[in-house]
């Protein structure tokens, strides 16, 4: 109510005339919890939005059409699925469990048990942060390679809760300076309004090597990629050898 600005009255009776709307095949009251449910089985939706339209809205954003004149954005092309990221979104608020079925490079489709706490963008794909029951560990999630997904009725077992998650609770600080290669290295201290020639950012530990992918930085200890693709370069890249992070950021090791 806070969000949208209204009373209680207001947010009661909007609620029930959707439930009017779509004859309780979408939602109903549950008197005993006092809480409007989503009836899973037979969920349609009433209002059709884009999946592009739907991911603005999950992350808060208004979607102005007018902006469409001003601003052109490159076009996502792996958008997740409504219905089976639906589930997800629902037990990240719930605080459950939600039974997928998932796509992997190396194993193909499996079906796995995960607790999801959070959802993280990298300006090109989004990603679920989840507790994985069968590695026992806290991994990232593509939605898009959720092929079905199945809300649980189950309660977080113990070191299955974002408090228990290390790296998304821990923030380390990337040094980003520009590549070594590039010959007027000014242009870039003044494109990324770098101080003395350095940009500290701070990021959440699980999230670092996406950032340093989406944003194209250099993570080879000596910076031997190319500077024509990498204008910039992680310079404090020697305090990370080993993390997990450099698996998906750009570097030669």
């Known amino acids: ?13 909007d609620l029930n005339q959707y439930i009017e709307l779509t004859n309780e095949k979408n939602s109903f009251f549950d008197k005993k919890s006092k809480k409007h449910v989503i009836r ?12 592009i339209d739907a991911l603005c809205w999950l992350k808060a954003e208004k979607v102005d059409k007018s902006e469409q004149y001003y601003t052109y954005r490159c076009q996502r ?6 219905r089976e990221f ?18 992997s490079v190396d194993n193909g489709i499996s079906k796995r048990i995960i607790t999801p706490h959070s959802l993280f963008d990298d300006g090109l794909k989004i990603y679920i942060r989840a507790f994985d029951s069968n590695r026992k560990k806290f991994l990232n999630f593509s ?57 500290k950012i701070k990021v959440r530990e699980a999230t670092a090597g996406f950032f340093l992918r989406s944003w194209n930085v250099d993570c080879s200890p000596d910076a031997t990629l190319s500077p024509k693709v990498y204008h910039l370069h ?4 020697k305090n990370f050898e080993g993390s997990e992070m450099l698996f998906i950021a750009p570097t030669s090791w």
């Open 1 to 13: 109510m806070d969000t949208f600005g209204i009373k209680e009255a207001s947010a009661t009776r």
């Open 40 to 51: 899973d089985e037979t969920f349609s939706p009433h209002f059709e939005l884009t999946d």
């Open 77 to 82: 092309i792996n958008l997740p699925s409504q």
């Open 86 to 103: 639906a589930p997800i979104t629902r037990a990240i608020t719930q605080k459950s469990k939600v039974e997928i079925e998932y796509l």
């Open 143 to 199: 939605p898009s390679r959720v092929v079905s997904s199945k809300l649980l009725d189950s309660k977080l077992g113990v070191g299955e809760k974002i408090e228990d998650d290390e790296k998304w609770n821990l923030f380390i600080e990337l040094d980003i300076v520009p590549h070594p290669g590039i010959k007027v290295k000014e242009t870039i201290e003044y494109e990324y309004k770098m101080i003395r020639g350095m940009l």
């Open 234 to 237: 992680l310079n404090n890249v």
